[in-house]
C-alpha cells in the first residue's frame, strides 16, 4: 500500500509548501501532489494559488525520496504533447520520481477571470482519451504519429524521454467514460471519497471496462483522497472541529471529502472497509491552514495498522 498527502498549492508563499512535503517526506509517507488548478472556486475569487507544474518541477527537486503528482491536469488547458513534455522534463528533475494526473477537469475561476475555454464534457471525455494515447505514445522515446478527433501527431518524437521506463498515469473521476479510459491506459485510478456502496459499483464498472479492453485489473492502483480531522485525546475534538467551521462555511464543498473526525484508531476504522474493496493508495488531503496534528497522528498511528496487512505494493 501506499500512503500520501494531498497538499494542493493555495499558500501565500513557496516556504509554506516546501515545508509541508519536507514534513511529509520525514514521517515516511510515499507520495504528496498538487492539483492543476489556476483559479480555484475554494479559495474564493482572490485566494493564492500557485502554477501546478512549476511547483511540482520545484518540489521534487527539493525532496529526495517521495514520489511526486500532478492530480489532476484538465485535459482542455494543454495540447498534450506539450503535457507529456512537461512531465517527461520534471521526471528527470525528480530522479524519477513523478507521477501525471490527467482529468477531464473541475470547477475552475480561471475559465471566468482569464477567458480559459471550457469545452463540452463530452468533448473533454474525448480529449481524455486521446491524451492519454498521445502521452503513452510520445513517453515511448519512439517516433509516434497519431490521428485523432482533437489532436494530431505526426512522427513526433520525445527526447529524452522519462527517467522510468513507465511513467504512471493518473486518471482521476468516476464516470464510466472516465472509467473506460483508466482500463484502457491508466496506472493509477484516483476518486474522491464515497460511501462504501457507491464506491463497490465503481470497482465493478471498472472491472467490467479491464475485461473489456483486455486488461489485467491487478494493473491498475485505486488511489482514494480524502480528508481526516484527528485527535489524540477526544476531549480536544470539540475545540478542534470550532476552528475548523470558522474556517469553511456550512455550505463549503470540503464537508463531504471527511471521512472521519475523531481518534487515529476510528480512522483506521473507517479505512479498512475500503482496502477490502481493493484501495491500494489513500491520499489525505490538506488545507491551509496545514493540521499538522492530523498529518502527524495519521502518519504514526494510522498507516502503520494499515500497512502490515496490505499486499506488495
Known amino acids: 500500500m501506499r500512503f500520501g498527502v494531498h497538499s494542493g498549492q493555495q499558500y501565500e508563499t513557496y516556504d509554506e509548501i516546501l515545508a509541508l512535503w519536507r514534513r511529509a517526506e520525514e514521517l515516511g509517507y510515499d507520495w504528496c501532489s498538487i492539483f492543476d488548478h489556476l483559479r480555484p472556486p475554494m479559495g474564493g475569487p482572490q485566494g493564492p494559488c500557485f502554477e501546478g507544474t512549476t511547483l511540482l518541477s520545484a518540489l521534487v527537486a527539493q525532496t529526495e525520496r517521495i514520489r511526486g503528482a500532478l492530480m489532476v491536469a484538465p485535459v482542455a488547458w494543454r495540447h498534450p504533447a506539450m503535457l507529456a513534455a512537461l512531465a517527461a522534463t520534471i521526471d528527470h528533475v525528480g530522479a524519477g520520481r513523478v507521477e501525471l494526473g490527467i482529468g477531464v477537469g473541475g470547477a475552475d475561476l480561471a475559465y471566468q477571470q482569464y477567458g480559459f475555454d471550457l469545452p463540452e464534457r463530452t468533448e473533454r471525455q474525448e480529449m481524455l482519451e486521446e491524451t492519454a494515447a498521445v502521452l503513452r505514445g510520445l513517453w515511448s522515446g519512439e517516433r509516434f504519429s497519431y490521428t485523432g478527433k ?128 481493493g484501495v491500494t493508495d489513500f491520499v489525505l488531503g490538506i ?13 504514526e498511528r494510522v498507516i502503520p495498522l494499515l500497512r502490515p496487512a496490505s499486499a506488495p505494493a
Open 287 to 299: 488545507r491551509p491552514p496545514v493540521d499538522w496534528d492530523s498529518i502527524t497522528l495519521f502518519a
Open 150 to 277: 482533437h489532436f494530431r501527431i505526426t512522427e513526433g518524437h520525445l527526447r529524452p524521454a522519462p527517467v522510468q521506463p513507465r511513467l504512471p498515469l493518473v486518471v482521476g473521476g468516476a464516470s464510466k467514460p472516465v472509467l473506460r479510459v483508466v482500463a484502457r491506459h491508466g496506472d493509477v485510478w484516483n476518486s474522491l471519497l464515497t460511501d462504501t456502496a457507491r464506491y463497490r459499483r465503481r470497482v465493478e464498472q471498472l472491472d467490467r471496462e479491464c475485461e473489456r479492453a483486455g486488461r489485467d485489473r491487478a494493473e491498475i492502483r485505486h488511489s482514494m483522497t480524502f480528508r481526516a480531522l484527528l485527535v489524540d485525546d477526544p476531549a480536544d475534538l470539540p475545540g478542534r472541529l470550532d476552528r475548523l467551521r470558522h474556517t469553511f462555511p456550512p455550505d463549503s464543498p470540503v464537508w463531504p471529502e471527511y471521512l472521519v473526525f475523531g481518534t487515529p484508531e476510528q480512522c483506521v476504522e473507517a479505512l479498512l472497509p475500503y482496502r477490502e474493496l
